[in-house]
């Protein structure tokens, strides 16, 4: 992977949102710590596309890429401006899905009352192979249930992540996850939050969220999230504790 250039970005044509993603590629953070690379076909002076080696991200209005290189990727992540631009959604193969996600913003930043953990429950940092494999084994049932297909999970031993992921147990048993893959001073994004079956409808999923919330803001400023417009019960929790959409985004898996 070549070695990333910043020069003549003009952030002013970056939503919010995009500014996160690309601050956090400038300091090479997150999904960015091992790998990252500027489509430079993509780079015009209004857009930009990046990637981490499996995710397409473009920024801005990105000039058009063709389809083998689209492709070459299993997701693409932007703003339905930012998509648009890249290629036309009619041409995909019929093997892509897509999918619309709303992006979100703290309006205000809300007293959170301390998270306060019942016996037996913890958040813990993950910091091992253990905790790694298990972390890829509930992100892989949060794709399954978001895209509705069988989870895959991959073979080899995960690295430990640099996105600032926590595992939710009770005693000695993963119910549950967090994490963030994009953080700046100004910004950090939720990417997933994720309960098990069993342990749903049981506040689980609020206590996760209100606990990662106050992790992520002794480090950022505000925080920011993705859901699903049609996932009323998500949608409902974080409009509750203050999350305001702001972005219209969409991402297509493959």
């Known amino acids: 992977f070549m070695a990333l250039t910043f020069n003549n ?11 996160l993603i690309f601050g956090s590629a400038q300091k090479k953070n997150g999904v960015f710590h091992h790998k990252i690379k500027e489509i430079s076909e993509a780079r015009n002076n209004k857009g930009i596309a990046l990637t981490n080696g499996t995710t397409l991200y473009p920024l801005g209005s990105p000039s058009s890429l063709s389809l083998d290189t689209i492709t070459a990727y299993n997701e693409v992540l932007g703003t339905e401006r930012a998509v648009n631009s890249l290629f036309s959604l009619t041409n995909l193969p019929t093997d892509v899905q897509i999918f619309e996600k709303d992006f979100a913003v703290l309006s205000s930043i809300p007293q959170l009352s301390c998270a306060v953990l019942p016996a037996g429950m913890k958040v813990q940092t993950v910091a091992s192979t253990k905790d790694a494999r298990a972390l890829l084994e509930l992100k ?12 895959k999970i991959p073979n080899e031993v995960p690295d430990i992540p640099h996105t600032q992921s926590v595992l939710l147990k009770r005693f000695d048993e993963v119910i549950g996850m967090a ?10 994004m ?17 206590l996760l969220l209100q606990w990662y919330l106050q992790h992520l803001l002794r480090r950022s400023v505000s ?32």
């Open 179 to 188: 994490n963030s893959n994009f953080f700046t001073e100004d910004l950090a």
């Open 223 to 254: 925080v920011c999230l993705f859901y699903s417009p049609t996932n009323t019960p998500a949608k409902r929790l974080y409009e509750s504790i203050g999350f305001k959409k702001c972005e219209e985004w969409m991402m297509l898996l493959q």
């Open 190 to 206: 939720v990417n997933m939050l994720y309960i098990t079956p069993p342990y749903r409808g049981k506040g689980n999923g609020t």
């Open 140 to 151: 892989a049932q949060f794709i399954a249930e978001e895209t509705k297909s069988i989870p």
């Open 9 to 19: 970005i003009d952030l002013s044509i970056l939503s919010r949102g995009e500014r």
